[in-house]
C-alpha cells in the first residue's frame, strides 16, 4: 500500500535559519506530490505540488521542493525562516491507481521558530 | 464562494446521538472529499465525490459513517450512534477535477468531540 513518511515530529530553528522538511514515499508509480501547511486552527493550504518534469519546485511563501527518484524523496527547503512560518507541515501523495486521486498524508511535521 | 466553508465549525455531542457535518464546496467543483484528522491517527482519506455520485467509500471507518453529495454542490457527512473515538477535526476539500493534477481545496473543519 502506498505510504508517505515524515521522519521529523518536530524540528524547531531560528529565524533567519535555513529549513528542511523530510519526506519519503512508497508508491508504486511515481505519486503526484504535495506540501501542505496548516497552522492552529486553519485548515490545508497548498504550499506546491509536483507531477512531472523538472524535479525542483517552486512553491508559495518562498518554499522549494526536490523530487528525488532515487531516494524516494520529496524534501521541502526554504533559505531564511521567517517567525511567521511556525505551524504543521504535511507532506502527501496521490497516484492515478487510485482512482479518486485521494491523497495519502504524512504524520506531519511541528515547525518552531525562534526569534 | 470564494473557498470550502463548513458547519459547523464546533460540534459537541453525547454519545449514542447523531450528528450531521455540511460542506460547501468551491462552485463549479466536480470533485469532493472528506477526510479526518485525530492525534492518533493524522490525517486520513473517508470518501470521495465526482458529482454526485462516491466511488470511492474506501476510507469510512464504519457502517456508522455515511455522506450524500445533492446538485452537485454541498455534501453532508453523517455519524450515527457517535462513539468517542469518533472525537477527531473532519476536513471537506473539492478540486476542480478527479484527476491528479487537480489540487484540492481544504475547508477549515469542524471539530467534533464526543462526550
Known amino acids: 500500500a502506498q505510504s508517505v513518511t515524515q521522519p521529523d515530529i518536530h524540528i524547531t530553528v531560528s529565524e533567519g535559519a535555513s529549513l528542511e522538511l523530510r519526506c519519503n514515499y512508497s508508491y508504486g508509480a511515481t505519486p503526484y506530490l504535495f506540501w501542505y501547511v496548516q497552522s492552529p486552527g486553519q485548515g490545508l493550504q497548498l504550499l506546491l505540488k509536483y507531477f512531472s518534469g523538472d524535479t525542483l519546485v517552486q512553491g508559495i511563501k518562498g518554499f522549494e521542493a526536490e523530487f528525488k527518484r532515487s531516494q524516494s524523496s520529496f524534501n521541502l527547503r526554504k533559505p531564511s525562516v521567517h517567525w511567521s512560518d511556525a505551524a504543521e507541515y504535511f507532506c502527501?501523495?496521490?497516484?492515478?491507481?487510485?482512482?479518486?486521486?485521494?491523497?495519502?498524508f504524512g504524520k506531519g511535521t511541528k515547525l518552531s521558530v525562534i526569534p | 464562494g470564494a473557498g470550502v466553508s463548513q458547519s459547523p465549525s464546533n460540534k459537541v455531542t453525547e454519545k449514542g446521538k447523531d450528528v450531521e457535518l455540511r460542506c460547501d464546496p468551491i462552485s463549479g467543483h466536480t470533485a469532493l472529499y472528506w477526510y479526518r484528522q485525530s492525534l492518533g491517527q493524522g490525517l486520513e482519506f473517508l470518501i470521495y465525490f465526482q458529482g454526485n455520485s462516491a466511488p470511492d467509500k474506501s476510507g469510512l471507518p464504519s457502517d456508522r459513517f455515511s455522506a450524500e453529495r445533492t446538485g452537485g454542490s454541498v455534501s453532508t457527512l453523517t455519524i450515527q450512534r457517535t462513539q468517542q473515538e469518533d472525537s477527531a477535526v473532519y476536513l471537506c476539500?473539492?478540486?476542480?477535477?478527479?484527476?491528479?493534477?487537480?489540487?484540492?481545496?481544504f475547508g477549515p473543519g469542524t471539530r467534533l468531540t464526543v462526550l
Open positions: 502527501a501523495g496521490s497516484y492515478s491507481g487510485a482512482g479518486s486521486y485521494q491523497l495519502t
Open positions: 476539500a473539492s478540486s476542480l477535477g478527479a484527476g491528479g493534477a487537480g489540487e484540492q481545496f
